[in-house]
């Protein structure tokens, strides 16, 4: 898919459906979930931003967000829980490679709703919106080492695990272990 396709689908970015989420652009009216994840340093300890100092922190950052969506190069969808109306976290494409019609994905969840399958699905419906609408031939996620938990998560949606690069990414001052799982169109069809 070209980069202008892209940019055109996400400046009205599509909300996508699943039996217990939704997945919809991020709104300022977000802040008080977002606020609730971001805060905690666990939850931004295997990710590359610290987190947010405090709620005005997070109704700038989801304003800033809006003027993306906009533009069409944020990739990026909140996760509500039907059940509550909460939004969970985020779930989405962190970046497109336009010439191998490849993306990478990214994630993150609320603590308070791990355990449920929801990450799981959440990225699912990722992956299936990038080989059924984006006609994606390659979709990868990079997870720094540590991170277990994010690594089997990547397998139970059918990703491969494709091996680590030593020290590759510095992240809040330290370098680290990045580790890379892909799934390709074909076996994500199966």
């Known amino acids: ?28 009216s977000d802040a008080e979930d977002m606020y609730a994840y971001a805060q905690h340093e666990p939850v931004t300890r295997y ?4 987190p947010h100092p405090n709620i005005k922190h997070t109704k700038e950052y989801l304003t800033y967000i809006g003027q993306r969506y906009r533009t069409g ?13 909460r939004m969970i976290g985020t779930c989405g494409f962190t970046s497109f490679d336009f010439v191998s019609d490849s ?16 990450a799981t699905e959440a990225v699912r419906e990722v992956l299936r919106f990038g080989f059924e609408d984006l006609s994606l031939h390659r979709i990868e996620a990079k997870f720094m080492k540590e991170n277990t938990r994010s690594q089997m998560l990547m397998e139970r949606v059918g990703m ?6 030593r020290e590759a990414m510095k992240v809040k001052g330290q370098y680290r272990t990045i580790g890379r799982y ?9």
Not at 160 to 165: D, H, I
Not at 182 to 190: A, D, N, P
């Open 160 to 165: 491969q695990f494709e091996g680590y690069a």
């Open 73 to 85: 190069d944020f990739f990026d969808w909140a996760v509500i829980c039907k059940e509550d109306g």
């Open 47 to 50: 990710l590359t931003w610290t």
């Open 1 to 28: 898919m070209k980069k202008s396709a892209i940019y055109q689908l996400f400046s009205h970015i599509p909300t996508l459906e699943t039996e217990r989420l939704t997945l919809r652009g991020m709104r300022v």
């Open 182 to 190: 892909g799934i390709l169109r074909h076996e994500w069809i199966k």
């Open 103 to 118: 993306a990478e994905i990214g994630y993150v969840l609320n603590p308070e709703y791990h355990g449920r399958g929801l």
